[in-house]
């Protein structure tokens, strides 16, 4: 976790003209202007997407559904508070949970999708930076990890 926070202050310092080159193809549907880097080489090879048996079901109206209506993602909360976000595809019945990203026990939010393979969602590691994550579910791997900051540079 040291490793982690290392990274993060390092890619913070960082212009994020590489980001930008690796993410324009990836629309933002939550706007953001204030990316400052990428973590995605950083923890990608950490972050798992795989079946479950035992997904917790929130309510019907509850997660975000994909435009087409085939896949609802939402987060939920463990009694020690680490946060998971589990992802249901409904043409199959089957659940998946997205493991291994930072900060598990800060809050997920703004879940979308972008459309029916891309789920978009942000975790804030404190009051003044988080994380801007895209899930590409068809191939089940984490495809942007960009950092966010409201603090002047």
Known sequence: MTHRLLALSFLLAVAPSALAQKTSSIPDPHNHKDIVGSMLDDIAADVRIYEVTDAPTPAEDEGAVNPEKTMRA???????????????????GIFYVIDGLPFPNRPVSDVTWLKGDLLVFDRSTNPHMGVHYVVDMQKKRLVVAALLSDEKR
């Open 74 to 92: 939402y987060a939920v909360a463990n009694e020690e508070g680490i946060e998971r976000v589990f992802v249901e595809d409904s043409r199959l």
